[in-house]
């Protein structure tokens, strides 16, 4: 199986962009999956494959990828957007899924 | 809407097995176009997929679990099942159960709200 490494923590100010990004060996066969977690709730699609957004997530969120590394980007961060993120992606067996350790963002 | 919706009990004694089920409401477990998976998270730490199951039995288990879980599915109540034997201390956590989205694709669209199961005698 591979691994997903990701920033255990994360800071930006107030309406300023941040990337959080996610490396592994898997990701250069297969996109990145992001989820968003608060405190008390479940995790919470918010981008998957090349770009996509389900609906109701907002469009400050994107993704981007390249190589072994994949990105999430909030531009414009909102208080809201305060959370645990976490990727994950198939690994290379291609049945089996990986999730990164997740990064912690601060909105100061 | 879908709902995902885990029970079972929330204290396992050691060595034994942990259940959980997974009730699928809104949508049908025997779709196609779906997988259902189990994803765990020990308190104050990250992420851990479990396992991952196809309505026509096709299943799927993280290695370092594989020896010790058993996921099935039962299509005439539309629920899947958890099965974790010879629990630890280390087995404490909340269980999600999810849907993945786009078949076998790792991606985990709707998500059960968690049930905490602690091991302790």
């Known amino acids: 199986s591979s691994e997903l490494t990701q920033d255990p923590a994360v800071s930006v100010a107030l309406g300023q962009t941040v990337r959080i990004t996610c490396q592994g060996d898997?990701?250069?066969?297969?996109?990145a999956t992001w989820y968003q977690q608060k405190p008390g709730q479940a995790p919470l699609l918010v981008m998957y494959g090349q770009n996509n957004r389900p609906s109701g997530i907002p469009d400050r969120f994107s993704g981007s990828g390249s190589g072994s590394t994949a990105s999430l980007t909030i531009t414009g961060a909102q208080a809201e957007d305060e959370a645990d993120y976490y990727c994950?992606?198939?690994?290379?067996?291609?049945?089996?899924?990986?999730f990164g350790g997740g990064t912690k963002l601060t909105v100061l | 809407q879908l709902q995902l919706q885990e029970s079972g009990p929330g204290l396992v004694r050691p060595s034994e097995t942990l259940s959980l089920t997974c009730t699928v409401s809104g949508g049908s477990i025997s779709s196609s176009t779906y997988y259902w998976g189990w994803i765990r998270q020990p308190p104050g730490k990250g992420l851990e997929w479990i396992g991952t199951i196809y309505y026509a039995g096709s299943t799927y288990y993280n290695p370092s679990l594989k020896s010790r879980v058993t996921i099935s599915v039962d299509t005439s109540n539309n629920q899947f099942s958890l099965k974790l034997t010879s629990v630890t201390a280390a087995d404490t956590a909340v269980y999600y159960c999810a849907r993945l989205y786009g078949g076998n694709s790792g991606v985990f669209d709707y998500w059960g709200q968690g049930t905490l199961v602690t091991v302790s005698s």
């Open positions: 898997s990701l250069r066969s297969y996109y």
């Open positions: 994950n992606s198939r690994d290379s067996n291609g049945n089996h899924v990986v």
